[in-house]
């Protein structure tokens, strides 16, 4: 919980700090992809007039190869601008942008025999009539001639530069812009949306969000040889008023490898339009052939226009806002990351492969990271649409699912470990089957009362066997092992629990750890191989040891016991007695093998479903040997044993 708090506590900081040109921009890295989403999912592609407030005349290729445009370079085309301008002021143009800058003062060139002293005489003079009306562009280094700044004034004067965010994208307009020297001057959209007598020094944010409803190749566009044709006919002079009069005109270049800009428009798809009926009608531009969000310059200007002059327009939240947003999410994500985390240990233990719960994790962690993704973006969306507010969440997400999957996958690696050593401690005394039942099962170690069925097994001569190898030690010891390792085969062929190896004895049990209801079956089952297989090695000569063996049924308590400092895992009970004195006085009733009546009793029923018990009881059958009493029981105790069917005195 300390490390959510943490967390929290950091994530606020970062909304804090995820502004437009701070360590975490707020529209780049992973914002931008959030951004430009939630671009996509609020637009309308089916507003019919998704663009009110302005047109685009596109100095084309096209445009620039008709007169009066290619008699001149683009340098000198002062004059064509003014008529061109002053006719969209006719037709009622709210204002005119010039998305270019008009840099050479004609005067000022010595051309032999040419007289430039009112070659621009139509800029001028219209920029002189409707200084409030245009809006000339700009570049932070170089900007309009002084004789049309003079004109206008600093007022009507715009830096037309973009700042792509790191990934190309413009997601944003400034409405004001550092030149060199220190100095501030005014973007050009910016100047194009105010009022024509207002003041645009009071707006509080230092830019304008780029949030299309509408994907920007849609916005309405004439080329100028188009509209200088139209302008030639009554008809198509009525039609360009209809489109030009109260919306802002931007006139810009549209040459190919020229001005070319990406916007946030990248997810949001438009049928494509029908030529219009009457070519004088604004249509959309074709878009780039690099892909389409890709538009020229111009377009992105009169994007940001619209934008600045909208009614409500979304806007970077404020830091306080923006911070307890991200500090909500990362709350959100802890909580997710823990669940996770605390799920990882219901995890089932028993699955083959070693990093099994680091896979799992793998997949928990990446559903939450999509989860919270998910969820922090609706939360954008939401903002965006009721609030108007941008809220950044992007790095907070890249946090938290950070943390969350270094966090969750430590958990899982450190588990997947310790089950391997618990595998492979507890494997030397269980079968693989028990080891992952009791895995499975987080109680299964500390111990419960559970029905079991014990075999002791004693080696028969080893007293002996040691006597005679007195001086051999290590013979004894290997004699021992391979008659252990015999005996475990067995053992866990048949699911057998390994209680211990104690001295020349075996001691296992069944259904302490996992259930078998079976238990007792198996256990005779295992008790007539052991002895039947010990019989026939011996008989042959290829062993001088053999197991005599007694099987009991009862309840025990299976867990661990011991001390702090070691504890023992294994079975105490009235059953392990049970089989220790029956085992004992097997030499009594000359036989190998004692099974106590309990053990008869359960597996009557409950009869094992498995083949190789069952064909191991199909041709044994069990004898009562008769009665006896043992230290510790009241009663008589009857004993049988297994015989092979078709054997003297068999039952």
């Not at 939630?38 to 100095?59: C, E, H, I, K, Y």
């Not at 111990?447 to 013979?475: K, N, Q, W």
């Amino acid at each position: 919980m300390l490390l959510a708090l943490v967390v929290t506590v950091l994530s606020g900081f970062i909304g804090w700090f995820s502004d437009y040109n701070g360590a975490m921009p707020a529209l780049s890295g992973p914002n931008a992809l959030f951004y430009d989403m939630a671009v996509a999912a609020l637009g309308d592609d089916g507003l019919r007039n998704p663009w009110p407030r302005t047109l685009v005349l596109l100095l084309d290729e096209e445009s620039l190869d008709r007169e009066p445009w290619s008699r001149t370079p683009r340098a000198l085309h002062q004059p064509h601008l003014g008529r061109l301008t002053r006719r969209l002021i006719d037709m009622g143009a709210r204002k005119v942008g010039f998305d270019l800058v008009v840099a050479m003062d004609p005067m000022q060139l010595a051309i032999p025999g040419a007289n430039l002293k009112d070659y621009d005489a139509p800029l001028r003079q219209v920029l002189e009539d409707y200084p409030t009306r245009i809006v000339l562009g700009s570049y932070p280094t170089v900007g309009p001639a002084d004789i049309y700044v003079d004109r206008l004034g600093p007022a009507g004067v715009g830096v037309v530069d973009l700042q792509a965010e790191s990934d190309g994208i413009i997601r944003s307009v400034a409405t004001r812009v550092r030149v060199p020297g220190g100095g501030i001057a005014p973007a050009f959209a910016e100047l194009v949306a105010a009022p024509p007598e207002g003041d645009v020094s009071i707006r509080p944010q230092s830019r304008v969000l780029l949030f299309p409803p509408a994907p920007l190749t849609r916005m309405p566009s004439l080329n100028v040889a188009t509209f200088e044709r139209c302008s030639e006919t009554a008809e198509g002079r009525r039609v360009l008023e209809q489109a030009v009069r109260g919306r802002n005109i931007l006139i810009g270049a549209a040459v190919a490898g020229e001005d070319v800009r990406r916007g946030p428009d990248r997810f949001m798809t438009a049928p494509p339009a029908d030529p219009p009926a009457n070519e004088c009608r604004a249509t959309t531009i074709t878009p780039a052939s690099g892909g389409r969000n890709i538009v020229p310059g111009v377009i992105v200007q009169a994007a940001a226009v619209e934008n600045a002059m909208a009614e409500r327009t979304p806007e970077l939240a404020d830091p306080a806002v923006r911070a307890a947003f991200s500090a909500g999410v990362a709350a959100l994500g802890s909580l997710l990351f823990l669940l996770a985390g605390g799920r990882l240990v219901h995890l089932p233990a028993s699955r083959p492969r070693l990093l099994s719960t680091t896979l799992g994790a793998f997949a928990g962690v990446a559903a939450v990271t999509f989860a919270l993704g998910l969820s922090l973006f609706i939360l954008q969306l939401a903002a965006l649409r009721w609030l108007y507010w941008w809220v950044p969440l992007g790095d907070t997400l890249v946090f938290v699912a950070g943390v969350g999957f270094i966090g969750v996958m430590g958990i899982a690696v450190k588990r997947d470990l310790a089950l391997a050593d618990l595998r492979t401690a507890f494997g030397r005394y269980l079968p693989p089957p028990v080891v992952a039942a009791a895995l499975d099962r987080r109680d299964a170690f500390d111990g419960e009362e559970r029905t079991i069925t014990v075999l002791m097994a004693d080696l028969r001569g080893f007293t002996p066997f040691c006597g005679t190898h007195r001086d051999e030690p290590s013979e004894i010891i290997a004699a021992l092992n391979a008659k252990f390792a015999s005996a475990q085969e067995i053992l866990d062929r048949y699911d057998a629990c390994l209680d211990k190896f104690d001295g020349d004895a075996v001691i296992a049990f069944w259904n302490g750890v996992g259930d078998q209801p079976d238990h007792a079956a198996r256990a005779v089952a295992t008790a007539i191989e052991l002895v039947e297989r010990d019989r026939m090695a011996v008989s042959e000569g290829r062993e001088q040891l053999a197991f005599k063996v007694s099987v009991a049924t009862g309840i025990a308590f299976v867990g661990s016991y011991g001390s702090r400092q070691k504890r023992n895992f294994s079975a105490i009970g009235e059953p392990m007695n049970l089989a220790a004195r029956l085992e004992s006085i097997c030499n009594e009733f000359g036989t190998d093998l004692l099974i106590a009546q309990g053990t008869i009793d359960s597996l009557t029923h409950h009869p094992s479903r498995r083949d190789d018990v069952r064909a191991i009881l199909e041709t044994h059958g069990f004898k009562t040997l008769g009665v006896t009493r043992l230290k510790g029981f009241e009663g008589e105790i009857p004993v049988h044993t297994a015989e092979r069917n078709g054997s003297s005195g068999s039952e």
